[in-house]
C-alpha cells in the first residue's frame, strides 16, 4: 500500500478501514489493525494508493478531441475551439463529461478541477458515474457574455446547494474567472471579494502562453502581480499552468500560499514552454499535476503527467534526481489535494474520504515481484506501469470502477452520444 505519506513510504501487508460514511478511520500494516466487529473483510493482491487528482482539466472537451491539433495555443482558441463551443447545447456538455468522467476513473483519476460551460450539467454527470469534482463555469469577458451575470450565478448556485454536495461532498462549487487577459480588473476584483466571502477556491489560467498576457506584464509586472493587486491572492486560489513566472512571481504565489496546477502534457504539446516546477517546489508551493483538456493533450490520463513532469524536470534542470518517481506520484496524489487546498483527499490517512485504487500487479511490469526495495517498486508503477494496470476505483468508499470498468455507467452508451455530438459540431 502507497498512502502518499509525505515520505512516499511503502507499507507491505498492510490495511486500510472504512467506515459507513466512505471515510478512513485506520491505514497501516494488517498486525496493527483495531478489532472490528462485524466489519467487511476483503483482501486484494497488488498495490492500493489514493486516487489521483487532476488539478486542471476541461474534461467536455473529449467532444472537440482532433480539432486544430496542430496550432498554436491562441490561435487554436480563437480559430478551433471557441467557434466550435460557441454551437455546444448544454446537453453536448453533460455528455462530454460523463464521458470524460468515466475516462478518469478507468485511469484511477477519482478527483478532477474543471473548468467548463454548463457547470450545473456537469455536476450531474459527475454524480451519475461517482467522482469527485471541483467544478466552475468560466468567468470570460467575450461578446454576448456578461461577467457580471458570470459571478451572479455562481453566488446563486453556492448560497443554494452550499459550497460542497452530493453523497462523500461529491462536488464543490468553484469560481473559475478563465485568465487575467480575458477579463478586466473591475471583475477579477469582484471575483476575489465574492469568493473571499465564501471561501470558495479561485481556478484560473496564470501565465501559460509567452504571448498570451503582454499587455497585463507591461501594465503590471507580472500577472500574478495584477491577481495581487485586485485581492485575489488573498484567498485561496488555484493557478493552472504557471510556466512563465520570474523568481518574484514564484516568491509571490509562495508567500499568499497559492497553489499550481502543472500541465506538462498540454505545455509540451502547444509549445507553451515548461514550467519552473523544481523552483516552485523548493519555495513549498503546494504542486499539482493536470492533463488540461482532452482537446488539448489529447487524453485525460494523469499517469502521462506524472511520467512527464519527472522527465521535464530533469531535463530543464540537467538533474536526473530533480523529480523522483516518488515525489512525481506525490504530485498527483497529495500535492493536487493541497493545490487545491483539500486536506479530505489525495492520501490514505484517516478522515480523509475512502477514495482509493487498485493496481493489478500480474502483469510484466512487475514481474521482478513486490519484494523489492521501495525505490524499484515506485519505479516500476510510475515508469512501467501506468493506467492500464488500473483494475478497481473507489470513492467515498463506493466501488465506482470494477476490473476496469464502470459500476455505474454504461461506457458504450456514453461513447455513442458523444460521436453524435461531435458529428453535430463538426459539421
Not at 486500510?16 to 483482501?43: K, N
Not at 479561485?202 to 495581487?228: C, K, M, N
Not at 485581492?231 to 504557471?242: F, N, P, Q, S, V
Request: proline share 5%.
Amino acid at each position: 500500500m502507497l498512502p502518499a505519506d509525505p515520505a512516499c513510504s511503502v507499507l507491505r501487508d498492510a490495511v486500510v478501514d472504512i467506515d459507513a460514511s466512505g471515510r478512513i478511520v485506520h491505514c497501516g500494516p494488517y498486525v496493527t489493525a483495531p478489532a472490528a466487529e462485524d466489519a467487511r473483510l476483503r483482501t486484494l493482491p497488488g498495490i492500493l494508493l489514493p486516487g489521483l487528482v487532476n488539478a486542471h482539466a476541461h474534461s467536455p472537451m473529449v467532444l472537440l478531441r482532433g480539432l486544430g491539433g496542430d496550432l498554436p495555443l491562441l490561435r487554436w482558441l480563437q480559430e478551433v475551439i471557441w467557434p466550435a463551443e460557441a454551437r455546444l447545447r448544454p446537453e453536448d456538455v453533460g455528455a462530454g463529461m460523463l464521458l470524460g468522467s468515466v475516462e478518469m476513473l478507468r485511469h484511477g483519476v477519482t478527483t478532477s478541477a474543471e473548468m467548463y460551460f454548463h457547470a450545473e450539467r456537469m455536476a450531474e454527470a459527475v454524480l451519475s458515474t461517482g467522482a469527485r469534482v471541483l467544478l466552475g463555469s468560466p468567468i470570460i469577458d467575450l461578446p454576448g457574455l456578461d461577467w457580471s451575470a458570470m459571478i451572479a450565478a455562481t453566488e446563486r448556485w453556492i448560497d443554494a446547494d452550499g459550497l460542497r454536495f452530493g453523497a462523500g461532498d461529491r462536488v464543490e462549487i468553484c469560481y473559475a474567472p478563465h485568465s487575467a487577459y480575458m477579463l478586466p480588473m473591475e471583475a477579477l476584483g469582484a471575483i476575489a471579494e465574492s469568493a473571499g466571502r465564501r471561501d470558495a477556491l479561485v481556478h484560473i489560467h496564470v501565465a501559460e502562453a509567452a504571448t498570451e498576457d503582454e499587455r497585463q506584464r507591461a501594465e503590471h509586472g507580472s500577472v500574478p502581480q495584477l491577481l495581487e493587486r485586485v485581492d485575489l491572492l488573498a484567498g485561496r486560489l488555484l493557478a493552472a499552468h504557471a510556466v512563465h513566472l520570474s523568481e518574484a512571481d514564484i516568491a509571490l504565489l509562495a508567500r499568499r500560499g497559492a497553489g499550481v496546477a502543472h500541465c506538462p502534457g498540454s505545455n509540451a504539446k502547444l509549445a507553451s514552454g515548461i514550467a519552473p516546477l523544481s523552483r516552485l517546489r523548493a519555495a513549498a508551493i503546494p504542486v499539482g499535476l493536470g492533463t488540461d483538456g482532452p482537446a488539448s493533450n489529447d487524453d485525460l490520463d494523469l499517469w502521462e503527467e506524472v511520467q512527464l513532469a519527472a522527465m521535464f524536470s530533469r531535463i530543464s534542470t540537467q538533474d536526473s534526481t530533480a523529480l523522483t518517481a516518488g515525489q512525481a506520484l506525490l504530485l498527483a496524489t497529495r500535492g493536487g489535494a493541497e493545490a487545491l487546498g483539500r486536506a479530505d483527499i489525495g492520501a490514505l490517512e484517516p478522515g480523509r474520504w475512502a477514495d482509493i485504487v487498485h493496481v493489478d500487479v500480474d502483469q510484466p511490469a512487475f514481474a521482478t515481484g513486490l519484494e523489492v526495495p521501495d525505490e524499484a517498486l515506485l519505479a516500476n508503477l510510475v515508469w512501467a506501469s501506468g493506467s492500464r494496470l488500473v483494475r478497481d476505483v473507489w470513492v467515498a468508499g463506493e466501488q465506482v470502477v470494477a476490473e476496469g470498468e464502470s459500476t455505474r455507467v454504461d461506457r458504450a452508451a456514453a461513447q455513442a452520444e458523444v460521436a453524435t455530438a461531435a458529428a453535430r459540431l463538426r459539421a
